[in-house]
T-cell receptor
Framework: DTAVSQTPKYLVTQMGNDKSIKCEQN?????MYWYKQDSKKFLKIMFS???????INETVPNRFSPKSPDKAHLNLHINSLELGDSAVYFC????????????FGSGTRLTVV | GDSVTQMEGPVTLSEEAFLTINCTYT??????LFWYVQYPGEGLQLLLK?????DKGSNKGFEATYRKETTSFHLEKGSVQVSDSAVYFC?????????????FGKGTKLSVKP
């Protein structure tokens, strides 16, 4: 199936831990994104990569670091997790600078305890 | 910067009722406009899109028309079903310096009762 797949779907971890979320797309898209959805369903972009280069880096804490080994993968590493990092994180990909829309992954629900 | 404003929810309707969810935007340039739907526990799915003024996007009985003069992209459906219960997001694709950045509205939760 052609899709954006991210793992894990659920992640429960303690404060202070370091964790990673992986994302892969097989759609041949050239841009990938990470979005954060808070408890009120508000979606905010965190990072964007185009052909392995960071093109958007919104004001997120530097504990969050995206890594793109190739244009089909965009992983999100989070260091020293805090309670406020609990949210759903969505990976997405697009062509044409997103003018035709994004394809989203199914999300990773991160709970920090 | 660019922004999207959509009507606050939640919206509760009876089955077969008419649905309108208002969406207005502020943008420089000529953004593409989208409606996304998020069913409970799932990711976002593209519902419909319009890439230029006066375009009408449609899918699964939903429609929205890109109105440049009123900077609006209202979502409509003539007869909703229980299965349409979800959160609906209006979004635009930025142009200019943050090209490619998809800006979302805050979402409108729709509940349809049988």
């Amino acid at each position: 199936d052609t899709a954006v797949s991210q793992t894990p779907k659920y992640l429960v971890t303690q404060m202070g831990n370091d964790k990673s979320i992986k994302c892969e797309q097989n759609l041949g898209h050239d841009t990938m994104y990470w979005y954060k959805q808070d408890s009120k369903k508000f979606l905010k972009i965190m990072f964007s990569y185009n052909n392995k280069e960071l093109i958007i880096n919104e004001t997120v804490p530097n504990r969050f670091s995206p890594k793109s080994p190739d244009k089909a993968h965009l992983n999100l590493h989070i260091n020293s997790l805090e309670l406020g990092d609990s949210a759903v994180y969505f990976c997405a990909s697009s062509l044409l600078w997103g003018r035709e829309g994004y394809t989203f992954g199914s999300g990773t629900r991160l709970t920090v305890v | 910067g660019d922004s999207v404003t959509q009507m606050e929810g939640p919206v509760t309707l009876s089955e077969e009722a008419f649905l309108t969810i208002n969406c207005t935007y502020t943008a420089t340039g000529y953004p593409s406009l989208f409606w996304y739907v998020q069913y409970p526990g799932e990711g976002l799915q593209l519902l419909l899109k319009a890439t230029k003024a006066d375009d009408k996007g449609s899918n699964k009985g939903f429609e929205a028309t890109y109105r440049k003069e009123t900077t609006s992209f209202h979502l409509e459906k003539g007869s909703v079903q229980v299965s349409d219960s979800a959160v609906y997001f209006c979004a635009l694709s930025e142009t200019g310096g943050s090209q490619g950045n998809l800006i979302f509205g805050k979402g409108t939760k729709l509940s349809v009762k049988p």
